[in-house]
């Protein structure tokens, strides 16, 4: 049944390897810049706040294809220069991933006492020592469930790249598709694919969830 993926395997495999790529530049990319982006939604400085906040309610009001479409289309007339899909979609998910993060960095430092910090004030360090070894190492041990169940998410957007070319999975399965004419077969193989990841990060969410929630009762 499954003799015309047997025969594009490694064409399509190729493809999978790309979202993985893709995925893992996201989520460096989206954890790094969403931890400033957490940091700024709670600091007391407006200048820093307001701007930080507004990016947030309009990259999260705005569908993530759109965002993808704006990279590829939009940027090249601005910098003259076309970008390569990869490029284009790895940014794209860098700048509308970071937003969830953030969200999620700064549910994280919020639920850190506020004595815990006025304590790491009164030996001397600065705002950004207390983030670098109080409020991001914390935080991050805190919101891990959420930081792997949003990677998991990351990593299903993905395949919305076929729509500006980048061949990976989806994109060389339709390609595919139309010379086997095998859809059934076909997609089910990358329906597979994709559950046996999330399956697996959800899993690994779960797994540290409990393990918080066992700290917690200790």
């Not at 007391?44 to 990016?55: D, I, N």
């Not at 993530?64 to 990869?86: D, E, N, Q, R, S």
């Not at 979609?89 to 549910?107: C, D, H, L, Q």
């Not at 991001?136 to 041990?141: G, H, K, L, N, Q």
Request: proline share 3%; aromatic share 14%.
């Amino acid at each position: 049944m499954f003799d015309a993926v047997q025969r594009n395997l490694p064409f399509l495999l190729a493809g999978f390897l790309t979202n993985l790529q893709l995925a893992g530049c996201a989520l460096a990319g989206g954890i790094f810049l969403g931890i400033l982006v957490g940091l700024g939604r709670i600091s007391s400085k407006a200048w820093v706040y307001r701007p930080v906040t507004l990016y947030v309610n309009v990259l999260r009001n705005i569908p993530l294809i759109l965002v993808i479409f704006w990279f590829y289309f939009v940027m090249p007339i601005l910098v003259g220069k076309t970008l390569h899909p990869f490029v284009s979609a790895a940014v794209s998910f860098i700048v509308f991933e970071a937003t969830y993060f953030g969200e999620i960095f700064r549910a994280g430092f919020q639920s850190i006492s506020r004595d815990l910090v006025s304590a790491a004030y009164s030996t001397g360090l600065t705002y950004w020592q207390t983030a670098r070894y109080i409020l991001v190492p914390i935080a991050f041990r805190r919101m891990l469930p959420s930081m792997i169940t949003q990677s998991i998410i990351t990593f299903q957007d993905t395949s919305l790249a076929y729509v500006i070319g980048l061949q990976e999975m989806v994109r060389r399965t339709t390609i595919v598709d139309s010379m086997e004419v095998r859809s059934i077969e076909l997609y089910s193989f990358v329906a597979v694919l994709f559950f046996v990841v999330c399956f697996i990060g959800s899993r690994i969410s779960r797994h540290y969830e409990e393990k918080g929630r066992r700290a917690n009762l200790l």
